[in-house]
């Protein structure tokens, strides 16, 4: 078995190539052919949650299983918010066939929707980037949007780690504008795009603060109780996911306005279908477009899938034996 970690991850494959990935993976989702059934939540009385979601996409070689575990309070222990592994296996043999870094896959794959979403969504010219979070999730969402569209400015606000992520940004991009905003309105008043990627139980975005034709990617929030953009915002958009029962069972940004009766199910379209090109995406440049992501297996499946295949290729990261025997061994051994 191949182990991989977030080193062997970045170099194995860019942005590019997951958001790549991440649009076959989607429409392979909206055409049924994917086996990915809903995660389930292990709660814990120390606020943490560990999910399991696994996938399969019909006729590929491999099924992923991730195992995840989202942890708020880890910051203020100098920890990151999220944890996991990913298991890569043979869909034929069962064969354990690669483990590897799942917070950073997470953190990749889950930028990848966005800049798939904004690549269909988002104005051509879209330059001010908004974001609300600076944890990890933040930074590969903005590579992302980098990926996708001419971005010249971004503002970032967080009450965590907005300072230390714009210097990071300055650095790695000096034709970038970087600006620490004050208040999450300052962040997104203007922006022709926003990311929200924290979180949040209370909204962050409001619609008094949008300018026109701005595309905006929730990716933050992922149970029912959590909103990090406000009902007014999702009635004024045209409203996108990257799977509609898990969207519908758990993002709170959708569940909350459904509830008011502010929208309707039948009008949310899955992404998979605008990239299949069998519904329409942005339709006029002053509409405002939102994309809720709760994350679905099948884009942890196609990104690991790809990791795994560059990396077999590479030789990359270490192998381990695992020594599997035959059962009937093991038995004899135990008697």
């Known amino acids: 078995m191949r182990i991989l970690d ?23 989702l909206s055409a049924g052919r994917v086996a990915a059934p809903l995660r389930t939540a292990i709660e814990t009385a120390f606020g943490s949650t560990t999910l399991t979601m ?4 019909q006729g590929e070689r491999y099924t992923v299983v991730k195992i995840v575990s989202v942890c708020p309070d880890n910051p203020a222990r100098d920890l990151p918010a ?46 001010v980037l908004g974001v609300i979070g600076a944890g990890v999730q933040a930074r590969t969402q ?47 008043r203007g922006a022709s795009i926003i990311v929200t990627a924290t979180t949040s139980r209370e909204p962050v975005v409001f619609a008094e603060d949008l300018a ?18 406000a009902a007014d915002v999702v009635r004024r958009a045209r409203v996108f996911v990257d799977a509609r029962e898990g969207a519908l069972a758990e993002a709170g940004d959708l569940i909350i306005p459904l509830r008011q009766g502010l929208i309707r199910a039948e009008d949310i379209t899955e992404i998979g279908q605008v990239a299949a090109g069998e519904k329409p995406g942005r339709t006029s440049p002053d509409e405002v477009t939102f994309f809720k992501s709760v994350g679905n297996a099948v884009q942890d499946a196609v990104v690991a899938s790809l990791v795994y295949q560059v990396a077999e290729a590479r030789g990359m990261g270490q192998e381990v034996d695992l020594d599997m025997v035959d059962p009937r061994c093991i038995a004899a051994r135990i008697e």
């Open 142 to 188: 903005i590579a992302a949007m980098l990926a996708v569209r001419p971005v010249q400015q971004v503002r970032i606000y967080s009450l965590m780690g907005a300072p230390e992520l714009a210097e990071e940004l300055r650095q790695r991009h000096p034709h970038l504008e970087v600006r620490v905003a004050g208040s999450s309105d300052e962040a997104v």
């Open 6 to 28: 977030a080193h062997d991850i970045r170099d194995a494959v860019s942005m590019k190539d997951a958001i790549g990935a991440v649009r076959e993976g989607f429409i392979a």
């Open 82 to 127: 999220i944890n996991g592994v990913v298991f890569v296996i043979d869909a034929q043999t069962g064969a354990p066939l690669a483990l590897m870094d799942g917070a950073f896959l997470t953190a990749l794959r889950t930028g990848a929707a966005s800049g798939l979403a904004t690549d269909l969504l988002a104005r051509p010219n879209a330059a």
């Open 54 to 57: 696994p996938a399969h996409v």
């Open 212 to 229: 026109q034709g701005v595309h905006i990617n929730g990716v933050g929030s992922f149970t029912p109780e959590m909103q990090e953009v």
